[in-house]
């Protein structure tokens, strides 16, 4: 008989399965067309159906990783709430401090939520990010976004 031994690996599959199926719901009347003339809806049909076999994947994970015998990790409340927020504060500051100020808070911070992360390893991931992005969005790709914002008018344009 199967166990379900790791709950939340199983729950998290279960979900990503239940977003795919919703996302090709929603999708079904866009044309998908082939791989050679592709639709409106082919790639998020092939994307929701990607997510699925992972989905499956983490779900007999769970199962089969019953066997051994662990015992589950506690939540890590800081790590959910710091990833959650990221976004909503990387959108809201992007406007306002400029792509590499944002970039770099906003991995610093998360990279907080982290129990193997170091501070060393965190800023130099935030810097590494920072201009890696900054180059990458607003020299190679011409994004209309400024590398320094208004709040930071030393630097900013």
């Excluded at 610093?108 to 170091?118: D, E, K, P, Q, T």
Aim: proline share 6%; charged share 10%.
């Amino acid at each position: 008989m199967l166990k379900i031994r790791n709950g939340r690996d199983f729950v998290g599959g279960a979900a990503m399965i239940a977003v795919s199926l919703m996302f090709i719901g929603f999708g079904r009347e866009l044309d998908i067309g082939n791989s050679f003339q592709m639709g409106p809806g082919y790639f998020p049909v092939m994307l929701s159906l990607l997510l699925i076999g992972i989905g499956v994947l983490i779900m007999v994970q769970s199962l089969v990783v019953a066997v051994r015998d662990e015992p589950d990790a506690p939540a890590n409340w800081k790590a959910y709430i710091l990833v959650i927020l990221a976004p909503v504060l990387f959108g809201l500051a992007l406007s306002h401090l400029g792509l590499a100020p944002t970039m770099f808070l906003m991995v610093g911070a998360v990279s907080c939520a982290s129990r193997y992360a170091g501070w060393r390893h965190s800023i130099a991931l935030a810097l590494f990010m920072a201009i890696s992005s900054v180059v990458l969005f607003t020299r190679l790709l011409s994004l209309p976004v400024s590398a320094f914002g208004p709040w930071i008018p030393f630097l900013g344009n």
